[in-house]
Structure formats: structure tokens, C-alpha cells
């Protein structure tokens, strides 16, 4: 079969599927503004809260490394010089690889199945984290959490984005984060309490924090197989959610909104075709600004406040809380405004300008307190834009095969921030403040905000032309959509 062929087999196969999603529409037809109300809140608690709680734990297990390595990991492993940085490293390695073919997997095998597959799959490797007897054998095993972490978040963004309208999706997607960054909120906490239990059957206190959290997970895997549901156009069903005529009239919105429910049969050609549009490669730039800070402060803000700050062990996982619990609150407030004002670019701008604040302060001050406040601001930025810059990508794409290359594109690129996050801040460094740490993280800021102004810029042009009908936007091999506008 040559390329024209199998471009119309493919556009067959996506007319039948809009035929039949359009048939099926009818049943939702008769769905009042009470009733459809009712139908939100369901999937905001069965679908958002559980892939939240769950990613709350993946978070969780990828950032426990911070607080072992405070709790005598690093010299019970003789990890010396560069080696926590490789440690943290080479999990993005196999992380990343593994990541471009998660979003067909879980179209093809479902959500259910596939999150809570790989959810246990890395529980049972953290587990392994407990009983490792070498540094070498610790850096196995994170290449081995990187393949199954893989494929988990950018699941969850494309399901998420398959069951709302683009400006729902903010506050969705920042609830999800937020869910997660209890975790982070948390983690110190929960490891400051597992370390009393050095010396239990032989285990130092930081194996225990990954022996422990990792059973946690294992335990969560199996509610997530329970309570997980299938994308709105999928004929799978789930443990007592929608029904046929309910989950018709969530295909029927989302159609309405942007026209892209109808899923082509996956073609490789198609998926790859949406890394044409440099809009993409811009969102992903963001990304990897975005999370070159998220890392840096999960893997090096416990070591910053203990050896650089002075506090101790104890004090340090404490601390390390209030920063996360300050940042999801400013999360969540910025994805309410984003939403209510149907903005996204300046909700970018506005957490990378509060990052840029905090940054000076965490480095530069003289006193210790006011370092530690410092951390606040940076925080909060940095946490709050990760769901901002996946709204952001949302709100301006069409068509199930391109968002899917657009969501696995992101997170491989924030992925990427991740190994950048973990080396900018090096050991060596420690004794001048962690000073070019600080700078690598100001110039992500800059840039992130010099892309953001740029798309802005374009999409104001564009949608201008698209008022005065000299330009139809985001066309592709699907339905053309005449509404549609991109959200600055």
C-alpha cells in the first residue's frame, strides 16, 4: 500500500468513526444544564481524582531520592562526587525513550489496563530500591522505573484532554498536578517519619522510605484497575460510571467545542505528521524551561536547605512542605483565572515572572530565613506552569492523532528538563551557593517567556486572518472547524 493509499484508508476509517460517534450523539440530545452538571462532577471525581491520586504517588516514588539521599543513602553507597547526579540522570534515559509509544499502547489496550499495569510494575521496582546492596545496582534499577514511569503521564494528559472542552481543561489539569504535588508537600514528611525505623530488621532508615512507599503503590495500582475509566468514545466500559447516553453527550460537547472526537485508525505517518507545525517544538521548548525548575527543586532544594542553608535532617524534611503546599494553592488559583478568562500565554508568563522573583532571593540573600521564602516563590511558579503549559498546548490543537504527538512531545521534552534539572546543580558547586544552578534556572525562565510572547504574537495574526476569512486554522486530514480560534 503506498502513502495515498493509506492516507484514504485512513480518512475511511475516520469517517466511519464520526458517523458513528454522530448516530450515537443523538442519545445525549435530551441531557439538561442540571443533569450535565451532575455528569462533570462524576468524571471530575472518578477520572480526575484517581489519575491525581495515582500520579501523587509516581511523583512520590521518582523524588524519594532527595530524601533518602539526606537520610545516609549517599554515604551508605559511597556516592561520591557526580554520583547523585547520575543517579537522577539516568532515569530520563530509558524515561524518555520509552515515552513515544505510550499514547497509541493506551489507545489500543485501554487506560485501565495499561496505567495499572505499569503503576505496579514500578511499585514492585521501588520495593527493589530497599535491598539494593551497591550504587551500581541503584542505577539499574532507576533505568528500570524509568521505562515503566514512562508511559503514565503523558497517558493521563491525552485521556484528560479527550474529556473536556478547552477551557475546562485548566483547572482539570491543575487539580491533577496538585494532587501531585501533595506528594511532594508530603514526601519529607512521610520520609522524616520512616527513618525512625533504622535498624528494623537490619534496614537503615532510607531503605525502608523506598521498601514502604513502594507497597503503597502496589496497593494504589490495584484501586486504579478498579476505579479507572476508558476515553468517552471508547465502547469499554467501567465500574459503575457513565452510560451510553451519558457519555454520548460528553462526545457531543467536546465535538462541539473543538470538532476532533472522531479517532482515525492510528497510521505512523499521521501521528509523526504533527511535528510539522513548529508551534509544537515551541510548546515543547516550554516544557523543558518548565521543568528544568520542578526537577531542579525535587531533586536538590532538600540538599540546598541542608547544606547550604544549615538546618538539620530532621528540620529539612519538614520544610520542605510549606513550599509545595504555598505552591498548590497559587496552582490552582491561576488555572480558576486562566479558565474564567479564557487566557493562557499570560498565566505562563505571570508563574515564570514569580519564579524569577524567587530565584535573586533563594541565592542571593543574606539571611537564611529570607533564603527559605525565597523557595516559596520559586516553588509556586515553577509547579504552577506545568499545568499551564499543557492547557496551553491543548487549547491550541486539533485532531486526536496530533494531540497525541503534541502531548508525548511535551513530556518527552520536559523529560529532557529532567536531566538538565539534575545536573545543573552540582555537588562541586555547593560550597559557592549553588550559584550556577541559579543562573540556568533564571535564563529557563527568560526563555520561556521570550517563546510564550512569540506563539502569542502568532496566534494573534492568525486568528485576525481567520476573522476576516483569509485563513482556516488548524486543518488537517479531519473536519475543518470554522470557530475555531487559538487561545492566547
Known sequence: M?????????????????????????????????????????????????????????????????????????????????????????????????????????????????????????????????????????????????????????????????????????????????????????????????????????????????????VITCLVSLLGFWLLVDFPDSKRMAWKFLNDR???WVVKRVAADRGDVATHKFSLILFLKGGLDWRVWAYAMTAFCTNTLTYSLAYFLPLILRNNLGFSEGVTMCLIAPPYAFGGIWMFMMGWIGDRLHVRGPIIVANMTLSLIGIPILGWHHSNGVRYFGSFFVTAGAIANVPATLAYQANNVRGQWKRAFVSTSWVVFASIGGIAGSLVFRSQDEATGYKPGLYACIACCLLCIIIVGILDLSYYIDNKKADREQKHLETSHEEYQPGFRYTL
Not at 123 to 138: E, H
Not at 155 to 170: A, D, M, N, P
Request: with cysteine.
Open 2 to 214: 503506498d502513502r495515498d493509499e493509506e492516507w484514504k484508508t485512513g480518512l475511511e476509517v475516520g469517517q466511519i468513526e464520526h458517523e458513528k460517534a454522530s448516530s450515537s450523539e443523538a442519545l445525549g440530545d435530551d441531557v439538561d444544564e442540571a443533569e450535565g452538571k451532575r455528569i462533570i462532577r462524576r468524571i471530575d471525581l472518578r477520572l480526575v481524582v484517581v489519575v491525581g491520586c495515582m500520579y501523587c504517588i509516581s511523583l512520590m516514588d521518582r523524588t524519594n531520592l532527595s530524601a533518602a539521599a539526606v537520610a545516609g543513602m549517599l554515604t551508605d553507597l559511597d556516592m561520591v562526587g557526580n554520583r547523585y547526579s547520575i543517579v537522577t540522570l539516568v532515569f530520563f534515559v530509558t524515561y524518555i525513550v520509552f515515552q513515544t509509544p505510550s499514547t497509541p499502547i493506551i489507545r489500543r489496550v485501554g487506560p485501565r489496563i495499561f496505567l495499572s499495569t505499569i503503576t505496579l510494575c514500578w511499585g514492585a521496582t521501588m520495593i527493589g530500591f530497599g535491598f539494593v546492596p551497591t550504587y551500581d545496582a541503584l542505577l539499574g534499577l532507576r533505568l528500570v522505573l524509568g521505562i515503566f514511569e514512562a508511559g503514565y503521564f503523558p497517558g493521563c494528559v491525552y485521556l484528560l484532554s479527550t474529556w473536556f472542552t478547552r477551557y475546562e481543561i485548566g483547572k482539570r489539569y491543575a487539580v491533577f498536578y496538585l494532587l501531585g504535588c501533595v506528594a511532594s508537600a508530603l514526601s519529607g514528611l512521610i520520609a522524616f517519619g520512616i527513618i525512625h525505623m533504622d535498624g528494623i530488621r537490619g534496614l537503615q532508615g532510607w531503605r525502608w522510605i523506598f521498601i514502604l512507599e513502594g
Open 246 to 248: 451519558e457519555r454520548a
